[in-house]
């Protein structure tokens, strides 16, 4: 296709589509290379952002110019050795400059304190995902991007060879039309907002399955669907989410509570089912809050614990979740307030506090302290094993919310779609509509990959243009550092 000038069109407006859409125009601009570049979002503006707009954005980096030792190993550690190589080495090669990027737009970065618990080093920007959204946004406008909300995408308009040539839209009110298209880069989300999709890949009880934060239900898998419908490949782990334990009262955006490893979590009959200090929380929300919602009944639990919380430091950090735990002068009285068999709830502690009669001196809730409790208590408690005994008794329900799910589109170290092995021409994809995860999310890594296979340049530009075309010319001079 030959054009006066190339049209880039960009589907989502989160992290990896606004960091897709700006860069491509400063691409352009420092190469005196004629682009027009649409942002589509299906949104109101005052909605955009995806789940990026609140995401904390923790980021898998010891300082802003510098990643950690054993980043690649950590994701294959992580995929249980499932993970891309080229992909994720792609992302360790280019995680530094994206972040030197994003400073270079306004976003700061400060190096935080993670919840309780230890675990990889993470740096985190000032205002979390939101700045990413608003600082990206305006600096994209400003370079001339298009961008165009209350505007879904439902179909990609292809020519000869699989090569892109436009996306269909739907407005508002209605209104199709047909949008022409040099490349098109998908960064639309996952899937976890459309009920179908969920049921088909989790089972019926994904339906009631509650969503992290207002901007989830938007990611319905319209990018994952309609490279699928042209012949894309299909990756990641289709049985996965990244789901978290949170506080069903709250009106905030996911309003975890991670302090359920210094305590017990029980069942709506009072009953332990899972070892609360398996692992750091980062390493067990997920296997916890997947069993709440479709191994429990009525889909909930409840964190147990004393007041020795209040003498965990900073625990206030871990709950995220504006309302007051239940609470009670006896286990009895916090039964009731909760809606649990008293004398149920009663024999659970009993039976804890008799295993954790060990050293509670060792107790460290920074790490994984080896304070434990097992003998005959099944399922045993492997770290953070302190008696339940000092009044008052505290009470936090869980439920499971999802964030995101693992499985979408195969794409390679330059973010193309892939049908087979081969590239689509002109179709590219970032973020959670990729496919890289598999068995559980590697942390703080989910806002970052988007940023960077967003950015990935020779990912934006590769279109034809008259008489030559950009790709060769960009082909030649990658500064993300990735040849073709």
């Not at 699989?162 to 739907?170: K, L």
């Not at 009920?195 to 994904?206: D, I, L, P, R």
């Not at 659970?348 to 001196?361: I, K």
């Not at 590239?423 to 990729?434: D, S, V």
Request: hydrophobic share 40%.
């Amino acid at each position: 296709m030959t054009r006066d000038h190339p049209k880039l069109v960009v589907v989502g407006h989160g992290a990896a589509g606004l960091a897709a859409a700006l860069s491509a125009a400063e691409t352009a601009r420092s190469r005196g290379l004629p682009i027009e570049i649409t942002l589509l979002e299906k949104s109101r503006e005052a909605e955009a952002g995806g789940n990026t707009r609140w995401s904390p954005s923790y980021m898998r980096l010891d300082a802003p110019d510098r990643l950690g030792l054993g980043f690649e190993d950590d994701m294959q550690k992580a995929s249980g050795g499932l993970a891309d190589p080229d992909y994720f080495r792609a992302l360790a090669e280019n995680a530094v400059r994206t972040i030197g990027w994003l400073q270079s737009h306004g976003v700061e970065f400060v190096i935080p304190v993670y919840y309780l618990s230890a675990g990889p080093a993470r740096i985190q920007p000032v205002g979390g995902g939101s700045a990413i959204v608003e600082k990206l946004r305006d600096a994209a406008k400003r370079a001339g991007v298009k961008v165009r909300y209350e505007t879904a995408v439902n179909g990609l308009v292809m020519v000869e060879g699989r090569r892109v040539r436009g996306v269909e839209t739907q407005s508002s009110d209605g209104v199709t039309a047909t949008l022409d298209a040099d490349a098109v880069i998908l960064a639309s989300g996952g899937f976890q907002g459309n009920a179908a999709m969920m049921s088909k890949h989790f089972g019926s009880g994904a339906k009631t399955l509650k969503l992290i934060s207002p901007a989830t239900r938007f990611n319905t898998g319209d990018g994952i669907r309609m490279a699928m419908d042209q012949g894309a490949r299909a990756s990641g782990d289709w049985n996965g989410m990244h789901i978290e334990p949170v506080d069903p009262r709250s009106k905030h955006s996911a309003p975890v509570v991670l302090v359920y490893p210094y305590g017990i979590v029980v069942d709506r009959d009072g009953r332990r089912f899972f070892d609360e200090g398996g692992g750091l929380v980062h390493e067990t929300w997920e296997v916890l809050a997947r069993d709440i919602h479709f191994g429990r009944p009525k889909n909930i639990a409840y964190a147990i614990l004393d007041s020795s919380l209040f003498e965990v430091e900073g625990h206030e950090r871990a709950i995220r979740s504006e309302v007051p735990p239940y609470q009670s002068e006896t286990l009895e009285g916090l039964a009731t307030q909760i809606g649990i068999p008293a004398g149920s709830l009663r024999e659970t502690v009993d039976t804890f506090n008799a295993a954790a009669s060990g050293d509670a001196a060792r107790f460290d809730a920074t790490r994984c302290d080896g304070v434990a409790a097992a003998g005959a208590l099944n399922p045993p408690k492997s770290n953070w094993a302190r008696a339940i005994s000092r009044p008052p008794y505290l009470a936090y329900p869980l439920v499971g919310a999802v964030a995101y799910t693992f499985g979408g589109l195969a794409t390679n170290e330059r973010a193309e779609v892939l049908s087979g092995q081969a590239p689509m021409p002109g179709l590219y994809a970032a973020g959670e509509t990729t496919g890289h995860f598999y068995r559980t999310a590697p942390n703080a890594v989910a806002v970052l990959r988007a940023l960077v296979f967003g950015k990935l340049r020779d990912a934006k530009l590769s279109v034809s243009c008259r008489p030559g075309n950009i790709e060769n010319e960009l082909g030649r001079n990658n500064d993300n550092g990735i040849r073709k």
